[in-house]
């Protein structure tokens, strides 16, 4: 026990002394900063690529829920103007997306129940893209409004303007008890577009191919399948099989082109693996009228593709005319004069656009007014000559701009301006004037003036695209006083990025880029639908 209290006593004595010598010692701190971390380019660009990913699904996400869970909306008022479009094209459709619903009772009659995204539809005839990609239901834009939007799937048969009614008709396989009936309108406006144009050429309608129309490009791709299928059939001639597999296309303009640019791919991608021994025999052929093919761009981007498509071995015949089409060949007009026979076992024909009945019966009751062949003659408002309460516009009209989508949709979103402007300038002149104050008045008044200044339509040209094969592309652009002419992968990529960014919804560009990325990966379908 002593023991043990003395050897506790020299260790407490220990202690004391080595504290004791640490406080007499001198410390010494370290004044060196801590060095700061070195500003990295390279991980600022993977945190902003990080939250760029984060936030564009984020926002595609909500974009989509969205779409699918439409709000409760506002019914038919009876005490508000009544507008009903009537197609479901580019100019309806991009007024249909801007009409304040507020303001107007709208009701839309069509005989398609949804807007087809027409630019990428020659990709669709080949399996580059799949139909229901462009496509989107009338329904996803009119239940997304403030007030009920009626939509008809019919086909306006009579337009009454004295009385301001219209007929529609039901259009599709399965009738009612009641598939005609009558629309009062208050407004009324055309957007129903243009059909093709036969120049009342012998045997077009019967044998060829159009491009305009979601059925079009289903059957184009059935009969270019069947043809390929009829030429390995067992014991076919040589001169039968070299007719099955020419293809012929009609037409210089960008759907012909695209249309032959989307073929050749198609042979050279995915036909060569799948039937080697006709792959080498398809034959593809341009004929065109004109001096030239794309007669809209510069000269420049002409001679690009015409030498693009003479490296992939498809014939530009210009200064050819077609004039009869057979069951097996056209005949032709060869640019010396003298008339010669092209088989062929596929004919796409894409010349241009003609007027509709309902159009031509239209102008029939505006005699004095309504004497453009081309189409219905507007004013620089839209606003059909003849009578005011009918507005046109797209490829239905006859004005100084192409018959193109661009031009539409601006028709499409400028008419919207307009209503809404028409709108307010009634609301403000059913004011009683006695109850106002005269403050409050000189503002109505300000007001009124400037609704009443409606600017006319204004057409801003964006520039010109156009595919030319090889994921190759020409674009002609405005550049200040001047055009941009480019062509060449880099204006693919370029041409790819300005469609999906036109693209109406995030469904369809969420499809459109997946059907993309799997036919780079998986190929085209070769099966015959």
């Given at each position: 026990m002593q023991a043990s209290r003395a050897l506790s006593g020299t260790i407490r004595r220990v202690n004391y002394r080595a504290a004791a010598l640490s406080l007499s010692r001198p410390h010494f701190y370290s004044t060196q900063a801590t060095p700061a971390k070195k500003f990295s380019k390279w991980k600022m660009l993977k945190n902003g690529a990080k939250f760029g990913v984060v936030a564009a699904l984020g926002y595609g996400g909500y974009e989509m829920y969205v779409q699918r869970h439409p709000q409760e909306q506002l019914p038919y008022d009876p005490e508000k103007k009544t507008i009903v479009i009537l197609g479901s094209g580019w100019a309806s459709t991009s007024l249909l997306k801007d009409?304040?619903?507020?303001?107007?009772?709208?009701?839309?009659?069509?005989?398609?129940?949804?807007?087809?995204?027409?630019?990428?539809?020659?990709?669709?005839?080949?399996?580059?893209?799949?139909?229901?990609?462009?496509?989107?239901?009338?329904?996803?834009?009119?239940?997304?409004?403030?007030?009920?939007?009626?939509?008809?799937?019919?086909?306006?048969?009579?337009?009454?303007?004295?009385?301001?009614?219209?007929?529609?008709?039901?259009?599709?396989?399965?009738?009612?008890?009641?598939?005609?009936?009558?629309?009062?309108?208050?407004?009324?406006?055309?957007?129903?577009?243009?059909?093709?144009?036969?120049?009342?050429?012998?045997?077009?309608?019967?044998?060829?191919?159009?491009?305009?129309?979601?059925?079009?490009?289903?059957?184009?791709?059935?009969?270019?399948?069947?043809?390929?299928?009829?030429?390995?059939?067992?014991?076919?001639?040589?001169?039968?099989?070299?007719?099955?597999?020419?293809?012929?296309?009609?037409?210089?303009?960008?759907?012909?082109?695209?249309?032959?640019?989307?073929?050749?791919?198609?042979?050279?991608?995915?036909?060569?693996?799948?039937?080697?021994?006709?792959?080498?025999?398809?034959?593809?052929?341009?004929?065109?009228?004109?001096?030239?093919?794309?007669?809209?761009?510069?000269?420049?981007?002409?001679?690009?593709?015409?030498?693009?498509?003479?490296?992939?071995?498809?014939?530009?015949?210009?200064?050819?005319?077609?004039?009869?089409?057979?069951?097996?060949?056209?005949?032709?007009?060869?640019?010396?004069?003298?008339?010669?026979?092209?088989?062929?076992?596929?004919?796409?024909?894409?010349?241009?656009?003609?007027?509709?009945?309902?159009?031509?019966?239209?102008?029939?009751k505006f005699p004095e007014t309504q004497n453009v062949r081309r189409g219905l003659d507007v004013d620089d408002w839209l606003r059909l000559k003849g009578a005011d309460d009918i507005y046109a516009l797209g490829d239905a009209t006859a004005t100084r701009y192409a018959p193109t989508a661009q031009v539409a949709a601006q028709q499409g979103k400028y008419l919207a301006r307009l209503f809404r402007q028409l709108a307010i300038r009634d609301e403000l002149e059913s004011m009683d004037a006695e109850s106002i104050p005269s403050e409050e008045k000189a503002k109505i008044d300000r007001k009124l003036k400037k609704v009443k200044d409606i600017k006319p339509f204004h057409y801003s040209h964006q520039g010109s695209l156009c595919y030319v094969g090889s994921d190759k592309a020409i674009a002609d652009l405005p550049f200040g006083s001047n055009n941009l002419a480019t062509g060449g992968v880099a204006t693919f990529a370029f041409w790819r990025s300005a469609y999906i960014s036109n693209l109406f919804s995030t469904r369809n560009k969420s499809l459109v880029i997946t059907d993309w990325l799997k036919k780079t990966f998986l190929g085209r379908d070769i099966s015959r639908e």
């Open positions: 009409i304040d619903t507020d303001h107007y009772n709208v009701v839309v009659v069509s005989p398609r129940n949804y807007f087809l995204f027409t630019p990428l539809l020659p990709s669709c005839t080949v399996g580059t893209i799949d139909i229901r990609s462009l496509v989107e239901p009338t329904r996803f834009v009119t239940r997304h409004k403030s007030r009920d939007v009626k939509v008809y799937e019919a086909e306006c048969t009579e337009i009454d303007p004295k009385n301001k009614t219209l007929t529609i008709a039901d259009n599709s396989e399965v009738k009612g008890q009641n598939c005609v009936t009558s629309l009062p309108y208050d407004y009324l406006v055309i957007g129903i577009g243009a059909q093709s144009q036969t120049f009342g050429i012998k045997g077009v309608e019967e044998y060829g191919c159009f491009l305009k129309e979601v059925w079009d490009a289903q059957k184009i791709r059935t009969k270019l399948m069947d043809c390929i299928e009829t030429a390995a059939f067992p014991g076919q001639s040589q001169e039968e099989i070299d007719r099955l597999l020419h293809m012929v296309v009609v037409g210089g303009g960008p759907t012909g082109i695209e249309y032959a640019a989307e073929l050749h791919d198609f042979l050279i991608e995915d036909l060569s693996n799948w039937f080697p021994e006709l792959a080498g025999k398809i034959k593809i052929t341009l004929v065109e009228a004109l001096p030239n093919v794309l007669p809209a761009f510069s000269k420049q981007l002409i001679d690009y593709t015409e030498s693009t498509f003479k490296e992939q071995n498809i014939s530009i015949h210009t200064k050819t005319m077609v004039q009869e089409v057979r069951e097996k060949e056209i005949v032709i007009k060869k640019p010396d004069g003298t008339s010669d026979t092209m088989p062929y076992g596929l004919l796409v024909w894409a010349t241009g656009n003609t007027t509709r009945p309902l159009v031509r019966n239209l102008m029939n």
